[in-house]
T-cell receptor, first 112, second 113 residues
Framework: GNSVTQMEGPVTLSEEAFLTINCTYTATGYPSLFWYVQYPGEGLQLLLK?????DKGSNKGFEATYRKETTSFHLEKGSVQVSDSAVYFCARVTNTGNQFYFGTGTSLTVIP | NAGVTQTPKFQVLKTGQSMTLQCAQD?????MSWYRQDPGMGLRLIHY???????DQGEVPNGYNVSRSTTEDFPLRLLSAAPSQTSVYFC????????????FGSGTRLTVV
């Protein structure tokens, strides 16, 4: 099938802790992969992406590496801040670019 | 550059009423989509369009209509509102191609009573 699976939340971390949010996908071929962030009361914003295997996307201290061997695109940040509290969505697009698939989202709360 | 603009931001309807949620983008994106977001359900695709004059159904199309007469606009019509349509609705657009992500609007929070 064609799907994106994210780790269940909610996730609560202390400020400056290390963050990992797991994301795996099932697909034929090597689709482009994305992470989106949704702050409270807002729409989703593109956080980072990777368009081919072994690419690393990065933005605002967040990173994710496209690993075709494990069909994964885990989101990481070395030191989270209170302002990183949000819901994070992993997503992929089909090889043709016609369809987009989102994970169910992972809620992150960072406490001071 | 406004991106994706959705109106209204909030709306309360009575059961059986109809309304149109507006969506406009100024990025000349070919693809436009409507999603609904419900607690614990993630994002669910309602309808989408790959270009002016072309629309198709997504995962949860029942009770909604769309049209795409121009590249810029993609309104979503609720034909006869039901409490089950209480949700947050997002419009999104993107360029055609396998490496482009969606740009989202800020959402419309709809309550049907």
């Amino acid at each position: 099938g064609n799907s994106v699976t994210q780790m269940e939340g909610p996730v609560t971390l202390s400020e400056e802790a290390f963050l990992t949010i797991n994301c795996t996908y099932t697909a034929t071929g090597y689709p482009s992969l994305f992470w989106y962030v949704q702050y409270p009361g807002e729409g989703l914003q593109l956080l980072l992406k990777a368009t081919k295997a072994d690419d690393k996307g990065s933005n605002k201290g967040f990173e994710a590496t496209y690993r075709k061997e494990t069909t994964s695109f885990h989101l990481e940040k070395g030191s989270v801040q209170v302002s990183d509290s949000a819901v994070y969505f992993c997503a992929r697009v089909t090889n043709t670019g016609n369809q987009f698939y989102f994970g169910t989202g992972t809620s992150l709360t960072v406490i001071p | 550059n406004a991106g994706v603009t959705q109106t209204p931001k909030f709306q309360v309807l009575k059961t059986g009423q109809s309304m149109t949620l507006q969506c406009a983008q100024d990025m000349n994106h070919e693809y436009m989509s409507w999603y609904r977001q419900d607690p614990g359900m993630g994002l669910r695709l309602i309808h989408y369009s790959v270009g002016a004059g072309i629309t198709d159904q997504g995962e949860v199309p029942n009770g909604y209509n769309v049209s795409r007469s121009t590249t810029e606009d993609f309104p979503l019509r609720l034909l006869s509102a039901a409490p089950s349509q209480t949700s947050v609705y997002f419009c999104a657009s993107r360029r055609h191609g396998p490496s482009y992500g969606y740009t989202f609007g800020s959402g419309t929070r709809l309550t049907v009573v």
